[in-house]
């Protein structure tokens, strides 16, 4: 039973450019949750989707970030014309029923850099 | 909103010692669960331990335990018989019973010498 896949690992992108990450959510999972760890921080909740739906995204920048979670495939969390402030890990984490009960699983992160 | 604080950015303990590391955090909700997380160096998310506020039991899981001081809004985490792959960064979060989202303190990097 393969845990939280995020792919990819690491990611490279000049200011300007797009960055996709991509996160398949445990099998039988159907929430997913992104945050972000900027260095020597701790992780920020960004958003929470279920299948087709956005339920929480107050932690998004109102700007160049958007996250989805089609019917079919992995959830992605895109970001539009980075710039140096992106560089960060990017998490993601999966339940199968809201999170209340006993936490997530996280996938091992994205690390974004951007040059 | 929900704040976590970890005023301990870093600890060393010698193997097989007993380390604690301590979280503070401030809501006015009344039901609520608290959770540590171990980040080692892969940089992988690993839960550690989970407490219900509704309890009045800490929890413990094998050399993991907790002290939940509910009234004090105080949560530390007490790891005996340290083991060199304990070294890690160690997140304590906060998440109301109605939510799903995870409010983290800063971290604490604890160092398991030999």
């Known amino acids: 039973n393969a845990g939280v896949m995020q792919n990819p690992r690491h990611l490279v992108r000049r200011r300007g450019q797009e960055a996709r990450l991509r996160c398949s959510p445990m099998?039988?999972?159907?929430?997913v949750y992104w945050y972000r760890q900027l260095p020597e921080e701790g992780l920020k909740f960004m958003v929470y989707l279920q299948k087709e739906n956005i339920i929480d995204e107050s932690g998004m920048p109102k700007e160049r970030f958007s996250a989805e979670f089609p019917k079919e495939g992995p959830s992605i969390l895109r970001i539009q014309q980075v710039v140096r402030g992106d560089s960060a890990a990017y998490f993601c984490?999966?339940?199968?029923?809201?999170?209340?009960?006993?936490?997530?699983?996280f996938g091992s992160g994205t690390r974004l850099t951007v040059v | 909103a929900q704040t976590v604080t970890q005023s301990q950015p870093e600890m060393s303990v010698q193997e097989a010692e007993t380390v604690t590391l301590s979280c503070t955090y401030d809501t006015s909700e009344n039901n609520y669960y608290l959770f540590w997380y171990k980040q080692p160096p892969s940089r992988q998310m690993i839960l550690v331990i989970r407490?219900?506020?509704?309890?009045?039991q800490n929890a413990t899981e094998n050399r993991f335990s907790v002290n939940f001081q509910k009234a004090a809004k105080s949560f530390s985490l007490k790891i005996s018989d340290s083991q060199l792959g304990d070294t890690a960064m160690y997140f304590c979060?906060?998440?109301?019973?109605?939510?799903?989202?995870?409010?983290f303190g800063e971290g604490t990097q604890l160092t398991v010498n030999p």
């Open positions: 979060a906060f998440m109301k019973q109605s939510g799903s989202r995870l409010t």
């Open positions: 984490a999966s339940s199968p029923v809201t999170a209340t009960n006993y936490g997530y699983t």
């Open positions: 407490q219900e506020a509704y309890k009045q």
């Open positions: 099998k039988g999972h159907s929430h």
